[in-house]
Nanobody, 128 residues
Framework: EVQLVESGGGLVQTGGTLRLSCAASGSTFDGYDIGWFRRAPGKERDGVSCRDNSDGMTHYGDFAKGRFTISTDGAKSTAYLQMNSLKPEDTAVYSC?????????????????????WGQGTLVTVSS
């Protein structure tokens, strides 16, 4: 079972950038769909981005398109979420996840039924 630990969150001003990392242990991301989701205070969990292992396609929530980028390192032991042009409404706990087979192709891939495992998350706070 892949264990996941996120890092890289923090406090940033509007328009700033952060790069979140997700370190895998016990296994690598090789062969898995992966994703990042977030939960803002008082709101439901929302999908940020996922990467389909079968073809490398990436998917983004509308709010993330053009600003966020999901990637992995060559060894596929660390996943990243590059976040640019951050806004106060991006404030949330961001978590990475390993998805079920074909999970990234699902419309609501961040639903628990499509998540094999996920980390505790890292807090991102964007000040106005």
């Amino acid at each position: 079972e892949v264990q996941l630990v996120e890092s890289g969150g923090g406090l940033v001003q509007t328009g700033g950038t952060l790069r979140l990392s997700c370190a895998a242990s016990g296994s690598t991301f090789d062969g898995y769909d992966i994703g990042w989701f977030r939960r803002a205070p008082g709101k439901e969990r929302d999908g940020v981005s996922c990467r389909d292992n079968s073809d490398g396609m990436t998917h983004y929530g509308d709010f993330a398109k053009g600003r966020f980028t999901i990637s992995t390192d060559g060894a596929k032991s660390t996943a990243y979420l590059q976040m640019n042009s951050l806004k106060p409404e991006d404030t949330a706990v961001y978590s990475c996840a390993v998805l079920t087979a074909g999970g990234c192709s699902r419309t609501s891939w961040w639903a628990y039924r499509y998540l094999e495992n996920w980390g505790q998350g890292t807090l991102v706070t964007v000040s106005s």
